[in-house]
Structures are given as C-alpha cells and as structure tokens.
C-alpha cells in the first residue's frame, strides 16, 4: 500500500510539475503574442515613416528642378541685362555725339561700368533685404 501512496504522491507531483510547466508556457505565448503585436505595431510606424521620406523627396527633387529653373532665368536675365547695357552704351555714345561731345564707345561704356560698380558698392552697404534699401 506504501508503494501505491508514494506511486500516487510521485504522480501528483508531477502532475503538478506539469501544470505549472503548460501555464508557464501559456504565458510564454501570451508574450510571443504581445511580441508579435508590438511589431506590427512597429511594421506601421516604419511604413508610416518610409512613405514620409518619399514624399519629403519627392519636395525635394522638386525644390531642385525649381532651383535649375531658377539659375536658368538667371543666365537668361544676366544675358538679356547684358545686352540692355551694351544698348545703352551705345545710345548714350551716340546721344553724346549728338551733343558735340568726342568719347569713344568705350569710354562710353567704361562711364557706365563704373556707374554699375558704384551702385554695387552701395548695395554692399545697404542689403536688399534692407526695408530702407526699397
């Protein structure tokens, strides 16, 4: 009878090793649960970020094709406002000559070069972005 008793205590034990074994792997799982949970919750916030950086790219090709844009109406100004200079040049030249005055087209043009170059120095002391510059 003693051996059925420690048979039976053995068995109980076990039992109860046993239950305690499947509940801790029952809380293992609610953890891989929670695990699996947090990163997709984790797959969202990247997918979120990711779509974020495309669109912040995409502003920034853009701005770039806006900043080519831009220096290739500035070449074009500086081009045209070259040309108006030179027309000046030679309209001032000939009022000049008009006027009895003798000066060569070049010093003609060298009177206004030093003009430009004065109001590029005053533009050095009072910037554009100056209000009182306006």
Known sequence: MKNIEEILEKLLAEQDFLKEMQGRIVENYDIMIQNQQQNADNHEVVIHNQTT????????????????????????NQVQLDSI?????????????????????????????????????NLKTKPFNDPSSL
């Open 53 to 76: 950086i495309i669109r912040n790219q995409e502003i920034i090709v853009n701005n770039q094709i806006n900043i080519v844009r831009n220096q290739k109406q500035i070449v074009q």
């Open 85 to 121: 200079l030179q027309t000046q040049s030679y309209v001032l030249n000939l009022v000049r000559r008009l006027a009895g005055e003798n000066e060569t087209l070049e010093e003609t043009s060298q009177f206004i070069e030093n003009l430009v170059e004065v109001k590029r120095e």
